[in-house]
């Protein structure tokens, strides 16, 4: 094992954590509360194809006759504003606490959310756009924060699992919304069901994240003493350092010249493309060149992410004991799987761009096997901005969420400007084959240039001077921890 003062770098030989703690909890709720986020971010592309052709929905709600080109800015809109507090939010949560910051996103953007029906009435699409550029603002932080939380509460020996099962919750909200909007929009709530129903979940879970949600162990009154020493213990927090981590300035220069760091927002930016065109555009796909209805729409396009939640849950196990075994260095284990999640789906993308609509269950295949498989980048690329900056995982993921949402915001009106006619299936053949390209660059260059070592920017640079502490008249001696982290950089 390799350590810092008491900041370890790798986990310890022997965990001795309980199996089941107050920690769970803490990721379960993330995990919920992310799944209650991505449904009402997901919740417009089937509602649109109702808000639009209503035949199949409830007819006694308003249609609108917008074009491709409107649709596709409704779409991209929420990704409009999500690129902004990206950054600044890593920066709020090691300040204000990710408690609060999280609590207060998901109060004012399930607000915006049970407001949408009514704002599209008084404006049509222009209000729309701009109540999903707001929601996307808000929820902006929602990444940030939670990489936050995860790096206050996993322990060095649980990182990978317990980000994982927190940010299942994505999956888990996508399924849900997905297959449950086409019942809604059938149903005697309308399209306007699929923005009521996860607004009024959304402050549900606010009221529950207020009572039992924390910052960190060090702030929770309900966590045992026990289980807070050893998560403390396994990150290398006492309280003096805790504090001094909390005012360490943001090394910007070094982070944004590592090429170990900027190949992650390549690789994000490249999943996102491909992610969000899929997301976004497989209702559209079904129902024009598949030609399904709303129903069978919304449950065609929700089985690649149940797909992707059930394979998650089978591999999380197997991944868990994989690295805790070391039979591979970490760096070696996390190309492996990030290839799997960015190259299998290559061939299937491309596929689908040859395939008729009388091939539509070889179809609905292919789209399952591409969403499915990508659930590996959470071994990969997704969390190895833990490995490279422990101290700075809020800041490091803002960055590379912002980045790779610009992708989010170009990949609905790329599809806009190339699909003019739903129903061809060559133009989805463009888009399809854009996409594989991207996720093939991405994962080339984390081949050549990923890493699992942990940075030296990751602790500040200091020297052995004496410092007054402001007000207090207090002399302290500061460690030079960047020559430490450098000795230890060199073992890894």
Not at 281 to 303: E, H, R
Request: charged fraction near 15%; aromatic fraction near 10%.
């Amino acid at each position: 094992m390799i350590t810092n003062g008491r900041f370890s770098l790798e986990p310890k030989d022997k965990f001795k954590g309980r199996i089941i703690g107050y920690r769970h909890l803490q990721c379960l709720l993330l995990s919920i509360g992310l799944a209650v986020i991505f449904s009402m971010r997901v919740n417009i592309s089937v509602a649109i194809v109702a808000m639009m052709d209503n035949k199949g929905a409830n007819p006694d709600f308003p249609e609108y006759k917008w074009s491709q080109e409107t649709k596709s800015h409704i779409l991209s809109s929420f990704f409009c504003g999500y690129i902004f507090l990206q950054i600044p939010a890593g920066g709020w949560s090691r300040r204000f606490g990710g408690h609060l910051v999280l609590l207060l996103d998901v109060i004012v953007t399930s607000m915006l959310a049970l407001l949408t029906p009514l704002s599209v009435s008084l404006g049509g699409g222009n209000m729309l756009c701009a109540l999903r550029f707001c929601q996307g603002l808000l929820q902006g932080v929602t990444f940030p924060t939670i990489a936050t939380l995860i790096s206050k509460w996993a322990p060095a020996e649980e990182r990978s699992v317990l980000q994982t099962i927190s940010f299942t919750g994505a999956q888990v909200g996508i399924v849900i919304m997905l297959s449950t909007s086409g019942m809604l929009c059938s149903s005697s709530w309308g399209w306007p069901g699929t923005f009521y129903l996860p607004g009024l979940l959304g402050l549900v879970w606010a009221a529950v994240w207020f009572i039992f949600g924390a910052s960190s162990p060090r702030d929770c009154k309900l966590i045992s003493a026990d289980e807070c020493a050893m998560i403390e213990e396994s990150l290398g927090h006492d309280k003096e350092k805790h504090e001094l981590r909390a005012k360490f300035p943001v090394p910007w220069k070094q982070m944004l010249t590592s090429k170990h760091f900027l190949v992650l927002i390549i690789n994000n930016c490249a999943h996102h493309w491909c992610f969000w065109t899929l997301l976004t555009q497989i209702p559209s796909y079904i129902q024009s060149v598949l030609g399904k209805d709303i129903k069978s729409n919304a449950f065609l396009s929700s089985l690649p992410y149940i797909s992707s939640l059930v394979l998650t849950l089978v591999i999380c196990p197997f991944v868990s004991w994989f690295e805790k075994s070391k039979l591979l260095h970490p760096t070696v284990s996390r190309k492996i799987f990030n290839t799997i999640a960015l190259w299998t789906p290559i061939i299937p993308l491309i596929t689908l761009g040859f395939l008729s609509p009388e091939q539509s269950d070889l179809a609905v295949g292919m789209l399952t096997i591409i969403v499915a498989i990508t659930t590996f980048i959470h071994f990969g690329f997704a969390v190895n901005h833990l490995d490279l900056a422990p101290n700075f995982a809020g800041t490091l993921m803002g960055i590379i969420t912002s980045a790779g949402n610009v992708m989010s915001i170009f990949a609905p009106l790329v599809v806009g400007y190339i699909v003019t006619d739903t129903t061809n299936v060559r133009q989805w053949r463009v888009i399809f084959s854009i996409a594989a390209a991207l996720i093939f660059f991405g994962n080339l260059t984390f081949l050549i240039f990923g890493t699992a070592k942990i940075q030296l920017w990751n602790e500040p640079q200091q020297s052995n001077t004496l410092e007054i502490e402001p007000l207090k008249g207090k002399i302290i001696e500061m460690e030079n921890t960047q020559t430490n982290a450098a000795k230890n950089y060199e073992k890894v």
